[in-house]
């Protein structure tokens, strides 16, 4: 009897959609770029501070335009998927010794949602929003 | 007891005949209780003798029945016919990210050389003689490491793992998970040997966290929490080592 196995190609390219798991995880990862875009766009619009009034404006009226508007709520919208999607995982990496026992997940989520909205809360206070 | 035909489609392969894999579809008639194990053996012991699988135990102990059923990782002797849709066909395929063997069973070999390379055993500070007496240990302690201990090498996490599809010499995440049962054993200290398979590429940073490990385990041993654990104590290591290099022994 010889021995032969029979090596299964994985495709390189289109892998992930073999698997809902595997959509939901490039969901996830693919977010970021979205995220990094309006950081890079954040960082622009320091530059543009940095220059004086008349580039400030141009900037400020390019953000406020429909398609800033609209870059700028579907980043929002990436942004909380994203954090949601990693902070469902976060009881994973975080085990945290109470007693005899672990610190219950969902807890552990919890605490993250709280500590989100103070930050947030903080920040719209130190720009005068609220 | 009701019974139901249920068509099954089996991948097959003759290594010594066939240039590759062909599906070949099964009757066969189930009852209530049983699950996809119950009819492989219906197969090989009434319809076609030359079918090849592994099993054992047939109550999720042994480890040795994992296969592809309708494309997801499970335990063929956990999966109860009756869970699949009434009326349409079971798929039956080896492990995926595995090389073919013969039929539905796949080449261990890689796997079984990562299990050895992570030293999955409790290695002492200083070996106790029988006059010693055991190594005794606290039920705080047992339970730091417990969930990990019930690995049963059934490796349906590397078949969920796209991670070690595309790397296959990512350590991947059984055997990253027995690493962290050992390291949190009170009685062991073998984490310094254990850390330059762990650290390294092809340790924890291959792994990028898709989950899918610990949705599969039967056992819920959650490999990508031990991975994730293992990232964070090993970038503290590296801070440590970098920033208080005094500690280095």
């Given at each position: 009897?010889s021995?032969?196995?029979?090596?299964?190609?994985?495709?390189?390219?289109?892998?992930?959609?073999?698997?809902?798991r595997?959509?939901?995880?490039?969901?996830?990862?693919?977010?970021?770029v979205?995220?990094?875009?309006?950081?890079?766009?954040?960082?622009?619009?320091?530059?543009?501070?940095?220059?004086?009034?008349?580039?400030w404006?141009?900037?400020?009226?390019?953000?406020?335009?429909?398609s800033?508007?609209?870059?700028?709520l579907?980043?929002?919208?990436?942004?909380?998927?994203?954090?949601?999607?990693?902070?469902?995982?976060?009881?994973?990496?975080?085990?945290?010794?109470?007693?005899?026992?672990?610190?219950?997940?969902?807890?552990?989520?919890?605490?993250?949602?709280?500590?989100?909205?103070v930050?947030?809360?903080?920040?719209?206070?130190?720009?005068?929003?609220? | 007891?009701?019974?139901?035909?249920?068509?099954?489609?089996?991948?097959?392969?003759?290594?010594?005949?066939?240039?590759?894999?062909?599906?070949?579809?099964?009757?066969?008639?189930?009852?209530?209780?049983?699950?996809?194990?119950?009819?492989?053996?219906?197969?090989?012991?009434?319809?076609?003798?030359?079918?090849?699988?592994?099993?054992?135990?047939?109550?999720?102990?042994?480890?040795?029945?994992?296969?592809?059923?309708?494309?997801?990782?499970?335990?063929?002797?956990?999966?109860?016919?009756?869970?699949?849709?009434?009326?349409?066909?079971?798929?039956?395929?080896?492990?995926?990210?595995?090389?073919?063997?013969?039929?539905l069973?796949?080449?261990?070999?890689?796997?079984?050389?990562?299990?050895?390379?992570?030293?999955?055993?409790?290695?002492?500070?200083?070996?106790?003689?029988?006059?010693?007496?055991?190594?005794?240990?606290?039920?705080?302690?047992?339970?730091?490491?417990?969930?990990?201990?019930?690995?049963?090498?059934?490796?349906?996490?590397?078949?969920?793992?796209?991670?070690?599809?595309?790397?296959?010499?990512?350590?991947?995440?059984?055997?990253?998970?027995?690493?962290?049962?050992?390291?949190?054993?009170?009685?062991?200290?073998?984490?310094?040997?254990?850390?330059?398979?762990?650290?390294?590429h092809?340790?924890?940073?291959?792994?990028?966290?898709?989950g899918?490990?610990?949705?599969?385990?039967?056992?819920?041993?959650?490999?990508?929490?031990?991975?994730q654990?293992?990232?964070?104590?090993?970038?503290?290591?590296?801070?440590?080592?970098?920033?208080?290099?005094?500690?280095?022994?």
């Amino acid at each position: 009897m010889s021995r032969n196995p029979y090596v299964r190609e994985v495709p390189r390219t289109t892998w992930y959609m073999r698997n809902r798991r595997y959509i939901r995880y490039m969901l996830r990862e693919v977010t970021c770029v979205f995220i990094g875009l309006y950081a890079a766009s954040l960082t622009v619009g320091l530059v543009r501070l940095a220059q004086g009034p008349g580039e400030w404006a141009v900037y400020v009226n390019g953000i406020s335009s429909p398609s800033g508007l609209l870059f700028s709520l579907l980043a929002l919208g990436f942004a909380c998927y994203h954090s949601i999607s990693w902070f469902n995982v976060t009881p994973k990496a975080m085990r945290i010794p109470r007693g005899d026992d672990f610190v219950p997940g969902p807890a552990i989520i919890s605490a993250h949602y709280i500590i989100w909205g103070v930050v947030s809360l903080v920040f719209l206070l130190m720009m005068g929003v609220l | 007891m009701s019974q139901r035909q249920i068509t099954f489609e089996i991948l097959r392969y003759d290594p010594e005949t066939e240039s590759e894999p062909r599906f070949q579809a099964y009757c066969v008639p189930c009852e209530e209780e049983w699950v996809v194990l119950d009819a492989l053996n219906y197969i090989k012991d009434n319809l076609d003798g030359t079918l090849s699988y592994r099993w054992s135990c047939h109550m999720a102990v042994c480890g040795s029945c994992g296969m592809m059923i309708n494309g997801e990782p499970m335990l063929s002797c956990k999966a109860f016919v009756r869970d699949f849709p009434n009326g349409g066909s079971i798929r039956v395929e080896p492990l995926t990210h595995f090389p073919i063997e013969r039929d539905l069973v796949v080449v261990m070999d890689d796997f079984m050389d990562k299990l050895q390379a992570v030293k999955p055993y409790v290695i002492p500070k200083k070996k106790r003689t029988v006059e010693d007496g055991t190594y005794k240990q606290t039920p705080k302690q047992l339970h730091q490491y417990q969930q990990y201990s019930m690995c049963i090498n059934c490796m349906l996490c590397y078949a969920a793992c796209p991670q070690y599809a595309l790397a296959p010499d990512f350590i991947g995440p059984a055997a990253l998970a027995l690493t962290h049962r050992y390291n949190l054993d009170s009685r062991d200290h073998g984490r310094p040997q254990r850390q330059e398979v762990v650290a390294a590429h092809e340790g924890v940073w291959e792994c990028s966290f898709v989950g899918a490990c610990s949705e599969v385990c039967p056992k819920d041993v959650d490999p990508a929490g031990a991975i994730q654990q293992m990232k964070i104590a090993s970038t503290v290591d590296w801070y440590l080592e970098h920033l208080m290099p005094w500690r280095r022994k």
